[in-house]
């Protein structure tokens, strides 16, 4: 069975979207496709919500989340305490979010990075496994911030 990754955007990265989607159904993937449906004007959060909401019912486990700066989505995303969204713009970096940080959204700015590169930092994000070991500590900090402390 075909892993199911989820893919959003604003309208900004509409385009963008369209064609990581299609390429990664090339590449063997379920792709949930939750918006936006055009070049027509929306709200990033609305749809970095639906991402979130996502992850959280288990939908799916992981997904890309694209708008122009891929800031706005990124921040909406990160709003919900069960998703780990990295924006990136290059492959080493899509590669540490996940290695490193246990990402579960991978955030991409479409204004910002031209498609060859987007697929690149998929294509990192999602052949790349979390390194647990000392990161996991890191991880579930994020998790769960009472387990945070005040460095020394």
Do not use: W
């Not at 991402?51 to 706005?72: H, Q, T, Y």
Request: aromatic fraction near 6%; charged fraction near 25%; hydrophobic fraction near 40%.
């Amino acid at each position: 069975m075909a892993e199911r990754i989820a893919i959003v955007s604003d309208h900004a990265a509409y385009a963008m979207k369209a064609e990581l989607a299609e390429h990664l159904r090339g590449e063997g993937y379920d792709v949930l496709d939750l918006g936006t449906t055009s070049t027509d004007s929306v709200d990033y959060p609305d749809y970095g919500y639906r991402m979130a909401r996502a992850i959280a019912e288990g939908e799916v486990e992981r997904g890309i989340a694209l708008c122009g700066s891929g800031i706005g989505i990124s921040i909406a995303v990160n709003r919900h305490p069960h998703c780990r969204c990295a924006l990136v713009s290059d492959g080493l970096a899509a590669r540490l979010a996940r290695e490193h940080n246990d990402a579960n959204v991978l955030a991409l700015g479409a204004r910002l990075i031209g498609v060859e590169t987007a697929r690149d930092c998929v294509a990192n994000f999602l052949a790349t496994p979390f390194a647990g070991g000392r990161h996991q500590r890191r991880v579930d900090k994020l998790t769960n911030p009472d387990f945070a402390k005040e460095p020394a």
